[in-house]
Structure formats: structure tokens, C-alpha cells
């Protein structure tokens, strides 16, 4: 069946402009969760949903992130004023239900940005 | 929060066995999990141990030791294919305001040669 999709591969911009990075989960998941992974470093976790609410987004680095998910399923996530310090893989996970189980979060290919 | 450390590289040997430790600090715990990330790919479960013990699935095995705080992956049989970076992430009782993210360690690159 269809995995977690995410759009664009890969982006290229400059400093100062905003990029927007969508995810299409697994069908039926309720949770869903954006990551960012450096060159070298691990996962970090940005924000996490359950449906269209976002209980934990302790770890968006700062204002210019935001995130949203309409309909339980597509999610964008945002970044204003991009810096060159976002350049990273950019993943997204949907896992069935919440994420207080032992089910495993299913990631997507990732979104690679590059900010010039 | 949680403080997750593995090796950041390690070598061997087409049909050897590796063991790839993961020790961990977690102000409580509820769950480890071990993927496996194919350079330039998404990250894939592997593994998740909740209890203290051995997982066995096929050639991949996974302990953990909660009193320790430790974790390893056993790779045995290896082949070129298992060349991967490999995930350690813990989840641990979430700081107030949280949830029950895993959190993720750096990853160590096993680079198997022939």
C-alpha cells in the first residue's frame, strides 16, 4: 500500500524566503510527526499532531516554523525568512494512533533543503 | 529529557556478527525502538523493547537492560546490504507539556566490507 509521501524531493532557495514542505501520511493515521536531520546529527523532533491539533510543539526552533494538518491528513509545515542554518532533511512520520504505543512511526522519504 | 549516546562509526566484516550499543539517560521510560536508515532514504523500524530481555527477528536481535540504561543491536550474517546507519530512540516520560515523542540518538554508520 501507499507509504508517506512528502513534496518537494528537494528545494533549493535563498536566504530570506519561505518555503512550504507538505506530507501525505498513511491512510487512516492519526498521528503524524516533522522532523529535521542535520548532516551528521540525529533526528529532531519539530512538532507532532493527533488529527488536526498539535499537542507538542516544543521542539519548533523557533517562530518562523509553523505547522498545520487539515482534514487528519495532509500536513504542511512552514518556514519564513528561511536561514541558512535550516538547511536540512526535512521527515515526516504517521503512526496509527498516538504515540504511546508500541507502534512503529512509518516515515516518508524527507524533503532536503537547501538554503543558499 | 533524554540523553541517548551509540558509536558514530563502525566496520565489518561481510558474514560477521556487530553489536551496536545505544546507553541512555531518561528521566523515566517507556520504550526503545532501533531503525535503520539507508543513506539518502527514509529511516525503517527495526526493532522495539519495552521490557528487559532479548527481541530476536531473523539475523537482527535487540537487548535491553533498563537498570543499566542500555540498549544493543545485533547484526548477525552480515551482508553489504546491512551498510546503513542505525537508529537508537527512546522515549522516555515527557517533560510537563510534552507527549511521548522518542527521542533520537546521532545514529552509527556501519560500513560493511567484503
Known amino acids: 500500500g501507499a507509504g508517506v509521501s512528502q513534496s518537494p524531493s528537494n528545494k533549493v532557495t535563498e536566504k530570506g524566503k519561505d518555503v512550504e514542505l507538505r506530507c501525505d501520511p498513511i491512510?487512516?493515521?492519526?498521528?503524524l510527526y516533522w522532523y529535521r536531520q542535520s548532516l551528521g546529527q540525529g533526528l529532531e523532533f519539530l512538532i507532532y499532531?493527533?488529527?488536526?491539533?498539535?499537542?507538542?510543539k516544543s521542539g519548533l526552533p523557533s517562530d518562523r516554523f509553523s505547522a498545520e494538518r487539515t482534514g487528519g491528513s495532509v500536513s504542511t509545515l512552514t518556514i519564513q525568512r528561511t536561514q541558512q542554518e535550516d538547511s536540512a532533511v526535512y521527515l515526516c512520520?504517521?503512526?496509527?494512533?498516538?504515540?504511546?504505543?508500541?507502534?512503529?512511526?512509518?516515515f516518508g522519504p524527507g524533503t532536503r533543503l537547501l538554503v543558499l | 529529557g533524554q540523553n541517548i549516546d551509540q558509536p558514530t562509526e563502525m566496520t565489518a566484516t561481510e558474514g560477521a556478527i556487530v553489536q551496536i550499543n545505544c546507553t541512555y539517560q531518561?528521566?523515566?521510560?517507556?520504550?526503545l525502538f532501533w531503525y535503520q536508515q539507508h543513506a539518502g532514504e527514509a529511516p525503517t523500524f527495526l526493532s522495539y523493547?519495552?521490557?528487559?530481555g532479548l527481541e530476536e527477528k531473523g539475523r537482527f536481535s535487540s537487548f535491553l537492560s533498563r537498570s543499566k540504561g542500555y540498549s544493543y543491536l545485533l547484526l548477525k550474517e552480515l551482508q553489504m546490504k546491512d551498510s546503513a546507519s542505525y537508529l537508537c530512540?527512546?522515549?522516555?516520560?515527557?517533560?510537563?507539556?510534552?507527549?511521548?515523542?522518542?527521542?533520537f540518538g546521532r545514529g552509527t554508520s556501519l560500513i560493511v566490507h567484503p
Open positions: 512520520a504517521s503512526s496509527p494512533t498516538s504515540p504511546l504505543t508500541r507502534e512503529t512511526q512509518y
Open positions: 491512510s487512516g493515521h492519526t498521528a
Open positions: 499532531f493527533q488529527g488536526n491539533s498539535a499537542p507538542d
Open positions: 531518561t528521566s523515566g521510560f517507556n520504550g
Open positions: 523493547n519495552v521490557l528487559d
Open positions: 530512540a527512546v522515549r522516555g516520560k515527557p517533560a510537563s507539556g510534552g507527549s511521548y515523542i522518542p527521542t
